[in-house]
């Protein structure tokens, strides 16, 4: 048999090196994979960042719409700040999905339309609305001219035209996350095939070589023999390491498998932590998503990170006009014993954090120092993270979480970069409120009129 002129070097070289090419061929393909399915969940998170702009747009719109009506109705200056805010947004807004959609002509032809309508509409709503009711009150116009226009409709139907292409793009973006998908799901099934056939073919390379080499090199065959044998069926030890010591093939073998463990493990861990991040994200931005008050806003916030951070405990700190720090949403808080009044900058770890603007992150807490660390009171987890979540330079609010276990770097990772997010979610609900005050405030001043 021609392999018994191979020194002991050369057979493991060879049936090794066999069983090498064809695990880097099966980690390459899965590599691949991997980065496709990465992709995938980037454009998902992409299609997100798309929906919300053309949330942010339809806000926009229905403050301007608002403010101009309620100006129209009682020619008070106020109303006109949302009016003149809302174009400001709408521009920020339309260039951000703009840039966004720049790779999808149908995304940016529905947006040009959408930018034609906004301008005809806004002409109308100035001249029709705006301008003659200055002239009402300067004594130049009758009000019944603006009457006339407001009721007329051709505002309401610009402003349906707007929204049919806005609900055209959000359309879109989720029927290209529906592909996406779907094709996450075929990808998933290809490479648990390849990994699985893969792991079939390695195992019987190993078997064949286990039995033409000598005892000797019996046992690091069989660590390696097991491990690939785990890893088609996907539950690998991925800290498996030969210990052969020796300066012979053997040694160089060993060598070479161990780093080969380390680097699957790091694609492994760093694959399976950016898709948890981005998971995490993007099911957060979803349960964010459509009009929500504060109060069940910061509660489905909170209970999102709570159970995906497999947390015990949370509670939001909402800022009020009077700069202190009040608390909305909440999991697993126990509000009659636990209640705490305004927390004010500086107080507590709560203030202190918003004081800083930083994370603040304490371990193994002491029952005797909880009660004065913490706003949430004593009875809590040994370890308390508080973070605050700031839009423009401004603190919006805090997250206070309580955990038995303390913090992993992934964990402090989510909850720094889905500050942001949860700053311009908040952001949205309070201008949303506000808005909803002064129309409010508007119809009952009309109402008192007639």
């Excluded at 719409?65 to 009016?83: D, H, Q, S, V």
């Excluded at 998971?279 to 509660?299: F, P, Y």
Aim: hydrophobic letters at 40%; glycine letters at 6%; zero cysteines.
């Amino acid at each position: 048999m021609i392999l018994r002129k191979f020194k002991i070097g050369q057979k493991m070289f060879l049936g090794f090196g066999m069983i090498t090419i064809l695990m880097l061929t099966i980690i390459g393909y899965s590599y691949v994979n991997f980065t496709k399915q990465s992709a995938d969940v980037d454009h998902n998170l992409h299609s997100y960042n798309v929906m919300r702009e053309s949330d942010f747009i339809a806000i926009s719109l229905v403050n301007m719409e608002t403010g101009a009506r309620g100006f129209a109705l009682t020619g008070k200056k106020e109303f006109l700040e949302p009016f003149n805010q809302g174009k400001i947004d709408y521009k920020r807004h339309w260039d951000n999905i703009k840039q966004l959609t720049i790779d999808n002509y149908r995304q940016q032809d529905r947006l040009e339309t959408l930018n034609n309508s906004y301008e005809t509409w806004l002409q109308w709503e100035t001249s029709k609305l705006v301008d003659n009711r200055i002239k009402v009150t300067k004594g130049q116009a009758k009000m019944e001219d603006v009457i006339i226009a407001a009721q007329s409709g051709v505002g309401k139907q610009q402003m349906d035209n707007s929204r049919k292409i806005l609900n055209d793009i959000v359309k879109e973006e989720q029927e290209l996350l529906q592909i996406r998908n779907n094709n996450l799901a075929k990808m998933e099934k290809k490479t648990a095939i390849a990994i699985s056939l893969g792991g079939i073919l390695s195992m019987f390379l190993t078997i064949i070589i286990s039995i033409l080499l000598i005892r000797m090199v019996v046992d690091p065959i069989k660590t390696v023999t097991n491990t690939f044998k785990e890893i088609s069926e996907g539950d690998a030890d991925l800290d498996v390491r030969l210990k052969t010591n020796s300066n012979d093939e053997l040694g160089y073998m060993s060598k070479y498998f161990n780093t080969f463990m380390t680097k699957l493990k790091e694609l492994i861990i760093e694959n399976k932590n950016q898709s948890w991040l981005k998971t995490g994200q993007a099911e957060l931005n979803e349960k964010m998503r459509g009009e929500q008050d504060i109060l069940e806003l910061t509660t489905n916030i909170i209970t999102y990170i709570a159970k995906y951070l497999n947390l015990q405990i949370g509670a939001v700190y909402i800022k009020a006009l009077d700069d202190t720090f009040n608390l909305f949403g909440n999991y697993a808080y126990d509000m009659n014993k636990h209640l705490s009044k305004g927390i004010r900058f500086g107080e507590g770890m709560v203030g202190q954090a918003a004081l800083q603007q930083q994370t603040i992150v304490i371990t193994d807490v002491p029952e005797d120092y909880i009660k004065i660390a913490s706003g949430i009171g004593e009875g809590l987890p040994r370890n308390i993270l508080v973070s605050p979540f700031v839009f423009d330079n401004e603190v919006l609010g805090v997250i206070e979480l309580g955990s038995f276990h303390e913090y992993t770097d992934l964990q402090l990772k989510f909850i720094e970069q889905i500050s942001s997010s949860i700053a311009s979610a908040v952001r949205s609900g309070e201008d949303r409120l506000k808005m909803k005050g002064l129309l409010s405030k508007t119809m009952d001043q009309a109402d008192r009129k007639s």
